[in-house]
């Protein structure tokens, strides 16, 4: 039953991320980028959808009670964010895939590297997007630091 746990959890973390979409399709639609807001909202249903039914597939699991499910939910959750998070860099065709998800992962992981040549020329809702997958991967970070110093009781 801990993989029923994990998932479900894992299925409320990218239902939520979708919601974080919302905001770069604003802004590329405010700066008249059309077809990048389209992509941003594009992505934002494929990922509430992937959420949703994660979510109702393991309806009554149990919660995660050990170090164990909450190490593989923390892990499996920054490459699902990624890849969810790359949906938008690429059907914008500012990327391909593999590109697009190591920009994605990069942002995440907090670490700057970048496979964009000149930031300068990207668009300002991938710009936005760039910088708040970069926030949310902060962010991920100390909330995965606390639930591990908390499983070891600090």
């Known amino acids: 039953m801990l993989i029923a746990s994990v998932v479900s959890v894992l299925?409320?973390?990218?239902?939520?991320?979708?919601?974080t979409m919302i905001l770069p399709a604003l802004i590329a639609f405010g700066f008249e980028e059309t077809a990048l807001g389209t992509?941003?909202?594009?992505?934002?249903?494929l990922t509430f959808f992937a959420g949703i039914a994660l979510i109702f597939a393991t309806r009554g699991a149990d919660p995660i009670n050990t170090k164990g499910g909450g190490f593989l939910t923390?892990?499996?959750?920054?490459?699902?964010?990624?890849f969810f998070?790359?949906?938008p860099i690429y059907l914008s065709e500012a990327a391909g895939p593999a590109d697009a998800y190591f920009e994605a992962l990069s942002g995440l992981t907090t670490s700057g590297a970048t496979i964009f040549a000149s930031l300068e020329t990207l668009p300002h809702g991938l710009l936005f997007w760039r910088a708040l997958l970069q926030w949310t991967g902060g962010l991920g970070?100390?909330?995965?630091?606390v639930s591990i110093l908390s499983f070891g009781g600090v």
């Open 85 to 87: 998070g790359a949906l």
């Open 39 to 45: 992509s941003f909202l594009g992505s934002a249903g």
């Open 74 to 82: 923390g892990a499996l959750a920054f490459l699902a964010l990624a």
């Open 141 to 145: 970070t100390i909330v995965l630091a």
């Open 11 to 19: 299925g409320w973390i990218i239902a939520l991320f979708a919601g």
